[in-house]
């Protein structure tokens, strides 16, 4: 009599230590009485693809990838999802059991959940979104905002080539202004999100002037650590809706979870708790 494996999961990267997923994913095992195991495992470079191809036998369903793999991986696997092709990242990697690898990327479903959960009379198409940041991150959120009928994104990037290479990516809808506009531009915005990693915890901060912020916008920020950044404090103050990154990170893991230990998680207050720690 043979005994079924007890099925495996991983976060990759490097650094990885810093990761919440392993907490997360032990409370969701936990809360659901499920066999499994996942860690946190920081590969280099040179072993990855080597390190991906030899996981399956070992007893791993699939990965959660983060920077700087997330592009990478997609060279590794062997089918490459629709959303994860526009994106140009990878998070998520399922080993199936005809012995390939599927890469597709759950950030944008993770922030679009997020916004639903918690700021539920969200309006998408009540005007356009101003986005700080022109990354992976912003590649996944633009793609989203835009499927959920925003009628324009307003880009703008330290960097301003990086914005207009996502204007060719996704189109008209997408506008690219300078960085040196970001405080104007929010203007008559009915969504702002922050993408970039300025103003979290060992970053520089966010010096975007925010006297354009009202009542009524939502204001989210991709940045958890710290929870509240001065971009949420500030339109906390004008009387916006603000919603913190958290939920993205608690969202995006949903999908790999229910694919790897046949349950789909809650997102709840205990969940939150258990991924700060």
């Keep these: 009599m043979s005994l079924a494996r ?5 976060v990759i990267g490097s650094p990885v230590a810093h990761s919440r997923s392993p907490r997360l994913f032990a409370h969701w095992l936990k809360a659901h009485g499920l066999p499994g195991h996942y860690i946190p495992m920081d590969i280099p470079e040179v072993k990855l693809a080597e390190t991906i191809r030899l996981l399956p036998s070992l007893g791993f369903v699939g990965l959660n990838v983060t920077v700087p793999y997330k592009e990478k991986v997609m060279e590794i696997a062997d089918l490459v999802s629709d959303r994860a092709t526009l994106i140009g990242a990878a998070n998520t990697l399922i080993f199936r059991e005809d012995g390939r690898i599927h890469a597709d990327n759950t950030d944008g479903y993770g922030f ?3 916004l639903h959960q918690n700021a539920p009379d969200w309006n998408p198409a009540a005007g356009p979104a101003t986005v700080f940041g022109a990354g992976g991150a912003a590649r996944a959120v633009i793609a989203s905002l835009l499927d959920v009928g925003v009628p324009q994104i307003r880009l703008t990037n330290r960097t301003r080539q990086r914005a207009e290479n996502l204007r060719e990516t996704f189109g008209q809808r997408v506008e690219v202004y300078d960085w040196v506009q ?6 008559d915005c009915a969504t702002v999100v922050n993408t970039t990693a300025l103003g979290m915890v060992g970053k ?3 010096r ?4 354009a912020l009202e009542p009524g916008m939502l204001v989210t920020d991709l940045v958890y650590t710290p ?3 001065r971009l949420l404090q500030e339109g906390r103050a004008q009387g916006c809706t603000v919603v913190d990154g958290l939920g993205m990170l608690l969202h995006q893991a949903v999908p790999g979870f229910e694919r790897w230990f046949g349950e789909r998680p809650d997102v709840d207050e205990a969940t939150r708790q258990a991924a700060l720690g």
């Design 6 to 10: 007890i099925p495996l999961a991983a």
């Design 112 to 114: 679009m959940e997020n």
């Design 182 to 187: 970001a405080g104007n531009i929010i203007e």
């Design 204 to 206: 520089p901060p966010l």
């Design 208 to 211: 975007v002037p925010l006297d």
């Design 227 to 229: 929870l509240e950044t």
